[in-house]
């Protein structure tokens, strides 16, 4: 019953290769969201979806696809890994509440790039 | 736990003390923030969110109080707990309609017991 789930966990690969990471909301929420945490815990947006629609790109590398097949789900796809990749990629989703937006994560999944 | 060297903002404190976690916020249009707390291998859990147009907002065992002369938002932790132990981000939106939580650097909160 988990709201926002994302796998895999962890993933280990290789320089060059191609992965890809799944989410899933549950809540019904329209908007999902792609967040890079690095080493050093700093959390930066990628990629937000609203109803399956691209609305925020923050100039990442095009190697970095996301795929958004409906409104329940936003998947990341990663052509040619490379080291600095490696981090905790966070999906999330979000809900307006009467104070404002409110985003709830997914438990991460921790990318490592050799 | 921890890697070294993670270079976070650090506070320790002993169990029931309150706790008083800072952030400086960048942007003057910013309209509303929220406090997130990560604890070890888990993702970001929202605390409590506050509006511009507000000063003030309390939760359970936790305030947010926001200043935007100075661009100053901190989290009052009430009776500190072991399990409030976490890091805690404080986060904007900076980006109008099309909401965009950009992340503050993040404070690393001990609680000894």
């Known amino acids: 019953d988990t709201a926002v789930s994302q796998t895999p966990k962890y993933l280990v690969t290789q320089m060059g290769n191609d992965k890809s990471i799944k989410c899933e909301q549950n809540?019904?929420?329209?908007?999902m969201y792609w967040y890079k945490q690095d080493s050093k815990k700093f959390l930066k947006i990628m990629f937000s979806y609203n109803n399956k629609e691209l609305i925020i790109n923050e100039t990442v590398p095009n190697r970095f696809s996301p795929k958004s097949p409906d409104k329940a789900h936003l998947n990341l796809h990663i052509n040619s890994l490379e080291l600095g990749d490696s981090a905790v990629y966070f999906c999330?989703?979000?809900?307006?509440?009467?104070?404002?937006?409110?985003?709830?994560f997914g438990s991460g999944t921790q990318l490592s790039v050799l | 736990g921890e890697s070294v060297g993670l270079h976070l903002p650090t506070l320790s404190v002993q169990e029931g003390d309150n706790s008083i976690i800072n952030c400086a916020y960048s942007?003057?249009?910013?309209?509303?923030f929220i406090w997130y707390k990560q604890e070890s291998g888990k993702g970001p859990q929202f605390i409590i969110d506050i509006r511009s147009n507000m000063d003030k907002r309390q939760g359970q065992r936790v305030t947010v109080l926001l200043n935007k002369t100075v661009k100053h938002l901190s989290l009052q932790i009430a009776a500190t707990q072991p399990g409030d132990s976490a890091v805690y981000f404080c986060?904007?939106?900076?980006?109008?309609?099309?909401?965009?939580?950009?992340f503050g650097k993040g404070t690393l909160l001990t609680v000894n017991p």
């Open positions: 986060a904007e939106n900076s980006g109008g309609s099309n909401y965009k939580l950009t």
């Open positions: 809540l019904g929420h329209d908007t």
């Open positions: 942007n003057s249009a910013s309209d509303y």
């Open positions: 999330a989703s979000s809900q307006i509440t009467g104070v404002g937006e409110k985003l709830f």
